[in-house]
């Protein structure tokens, strides 16, 4: 919730109407019957639909609800794209990867440590598991490498360093 709440913030969507309804629709687009999951997620987080979902409810509420238009959904996340999200100054992620990611220095680092990477990698590896998840990387950053960066950066690494799935639910 916080980390959505700060990407509004960010994205300047919130104007004057507070985090309430941002917080209510976050809460509607993200919602599952326990009884009757849609799929598995990790806490919180929103799948690509859910956060399309996410937007559309947004949209809704800001240029129809709260100000009593006769726009149409339709036309409300248009018109949340254009004036909001288009001109918004995100993070610059791929900036950040082609000017200081894959770069030749951080090349020649991995390469130097290859062997020692494959040795820590293949050690969180079994017959049965086959991919580093979340989990171990944090066991791997926090607590054993003991490297000072917190479980919450580790995380977010993470997720960033994940390639978009391929087979979510739609």
């Not at 900036?95 to 894959?102: D, K």
């Not at 598991?129 to 989990?135: A, L």
């Not at 960066?149 to 390639?163: A, R």
């Amino acid at each position: 919730m916080n980390s959505i709440l700060q990407w509004v913030q960010k994205s300047q969507l919130m104007d004057d109407l507070g985090p309430e309804p941002f917080q209510q629709r976050f809460i509607a687009a993200n919602f599952q019957m326990a009884e009757n999951p849609k799929f598995s997620t990790i806490g919180n987080a929103l799948v690509r639909f859910e956060f399309w979902e996410y937007l559309v409810r947004i949209a809704s509420f800001k240029y129809r609800e709260a100000v009593k238009s006769t726009l149409t959904c339709s036309q409300a996340f248009e018109k949340l794209i254009i004036e909001k999200l288009i001109p918004s100054k995100l993070d610059p992620w791929q900036g950040f990867r082609n000017q200081q990611l894959w770069t030749i220095d951080v090349n020649d680092v991995l390469e130097a440590n290859l062997q020692n990477l494959y040795k820590i990698f293949n050690s969180y590896f079994s017959p049965i598991k086959k991919h580093v998840v979340c989990d171990d990387v944090v066991d791997m950053i926090v607590r054993v490498g003991d490297l000072r960066v917190s479980e919450v950066d580790v995380i977010f690494c993470f997720g960033m360093s994940n390639m978009a799935v391929t087979n979510e639910p739609a």
